[in-house]
Nanobody, 115 residues
Framework: QVQLVESGGGLVQPGGSLRLSCAGSGFTFSNEAMVWVRQAPGKGCEWVGSIYRGGLPTTFHDSVRGRFTISRDDARSMMYLHMNTLEPEDTARYYC????????RGQGTQVTVSS
């Protein structure tokens, strides 16, 4: 069955960086456009960015464009979210999903941006 596992979150100071990882299994990873979404406490789920088959294009929510990038390694069935210049507003639980099935995600990984 489809399985997604996110990792790499943690506590980071404002202005810092983190790299999140997403491991996919149970499907042909290279055939899928993938997305990152996040959910902050008391808020709804927010799309962060997408990466399409072959790695291009990538698209981002306005709030993270220019600070976040997404990459993928299809040979390893992995996707990454590179987060730079982190802000307290980026604090959330981050999830990866297939673009065609947002509702099927892993357990997520917590990112907390605080001094």
């Amino acid at each position: 069955q489809v399985q997604l596992v996110e990792s790499g979150g943690g506590l980071v100071q404002p202005g810092g960086s983190l790299r999140l990882s997403c491991a996919g299994s149970g499907f042909t990873f290279s055939n899928e456009a993938m997305v990152w979404v996040r959910q902050a406490p008391g808020k709804g789920c927010e799309w962060v960015g997408s990466i399409y088959r072959g790695g291009l294009p990538t698209t981002f929510h306005d709030s993270v464009r220019g600070r976040f990038t997404i990459s993928r390694d299809d040979a390893r069935s992995m996707m990454y979210l590179h987060m730079n210049t982190l802000e307290p507003e980026d604090t959330a639980r981050y999830y990866c999903a297939r673009a065609r099935q947002y509702g099927l995600r892993g357990q997520g990984t917590q990112v907390t941006v605080s001094s």
